[in-house]
């Protein structure tokens, strides 16, 4: 199987949405990941999903909030873990009881976010996470592969710990109901991503993918390929997908981002978009300052340079507002790129 990035650009080629389409997303350049959900709260990012809804909590939540610091910071649409690993939905799921309907705050997240994005003129996109602790259904996930003896793990390349564990069939339907809750409630969104998308066979992901297309045929798709620079993209594990995440990396220093992709005798133009937090921590955690002036326009001036966006992570507190050294830190980098004549 031949995947290696392709040197001669065709005219239109073969992925689902137009060079237009395609091209207009990049335009965008800059966006804000928020990761926000019951890791805020349980103090772990890969939740075994075992806390009570009630653990949930935010007592002084403020959507509006981020969305106009994203806005502010020069962000042109932000994306939101709707569900990550601890499988706490940001929305009352009617597929579980596990959401903020029963937790310690009832807001609709979901909601409230795409409201603050309609009124503030930031585009908005979901976050949506394969590996579910909580809603298991018979299957194996990371966390189990984890917790096994050294011996008992698979070795070998950074994803065989993913293609060791599996979702059952029994999930890959409450994913997909879910995902019809979150696609067709809450009216258009720019991007829509999966992660951990290997826990999926590759059927399915590719029926996961055709739906969601259907149900937002404007938004690009981001089945998320994971830690690296962008230099691979590796088919079992992640495609179909609209864009190459390169996850706590930079795109490659040699090539840059190579857009054009030879995947199974055919090209493909898949833009990359570059996530990383503005501290080390995907989620807030209390003492996890922001990177510094100088790092963190660098990430921005590389990412850009080498033709990808830049989904920078801000993850907002318990109480449910973006913190004051996060928000000091994004207008400095709004500052610093308003004088280059970049913002």
């Not at 009617?94 to 997240?109: A, F, K, Q």
């Not at 984890?146 to 994913?175: C, K, S, V």
């Not at 109901?177 to 991503?193: D, K, N, R």
């Not at 937002?216 to 190459?244: C, F, R």
Request: proline share 7%.
């Amino acid at each position: 199987m031949n995947n290696t990035p392709s040197t001669i650009a065709p005219e239109a080629g073969a992925q689902r949405l137009s060079l237009a389409q395609l091209q207009a997303w990049e335009k965008l350049g800059y966006g804000m990941f928020i990761h926000f959900g019951m890791s805020t709260f349980d103090g772990q990012e890969l939740s075994r999903g075992d806390q009570p809804s009630t653990c949930y909590a935010p007592n002084q939540l403020d959507v509006d909030q981020w969305v106009s610091v994203a806005r502010d910071a020069g962000m042109k649409y932000a994306v939101l873990t709707t569900k990550h690993v601890a499988g706490h939905a940001l929305w009352p799921s009617r597929h579980t009881d596990y959401h903020v309907g029963t937790s310690g705050n009832p807001t609709n997240v979901v909601e409230k976010f795409v409201t603050a994005c309609q009124r503030r003129g930031v585009l908005p996109g979901f976050y949506y996470c394969s590996w579910d602790n909580h809603h298991r259904f018979g299957g194996v996930t990371p966390s189990d592969i984890r917790a096994l003896p050294p011996e008992q793990q698979a070795q070998g390349g950074r994803h065989m710990i993913y293609y060791q564990a599996y979702a059952t069939p029994q999930y890959w339907d409450f994913q997909l109901a879910q995902l019809e809750e979150l696609l067709t409630g809450y009216g258009p969104v720019a991007e829509v991503w999966i992660d951990i998308p290997g826990l999926l066979p590759r059927g399915i992901r590719t029926e996961h993918y055709r739906q969601i297309a259907r149900w937002q045929p404007g938004a690009v798709i981001m089945m998320n390929h994971g830690i690296g620079d962008g230099s691979k993209l590796e088919v079992e594990y992640a495609w179909p997908t609209d864009l190459l995440a390169i996850e706590r990396f930079l795109p490659n220093s040699h090539t840059g981002h190579v857009k054009w992709r030879e995947i199974e005798a055919r090209r493909y133009y898949v833009p990359g978009e570059v996530c990383d937090p503005i501290g080390r921590e995907w989620f807030h955690v209390d003492d996890d300052p922001p990177r510094s002036d100088a790092e963190l326009l660098g990430m921005y001036l590389v990412s850009r340079s080498r033709d990808t966006n830049l989904l920078l992570d801000v993850g907002p507190d318990r109480r449910g507002l973006i913190p004051p050294r996060f928000v000091d830190a994004l207008m400095r980098l709004r500052q610093n790129l308003d004088r280059l004549g970049l913002a």
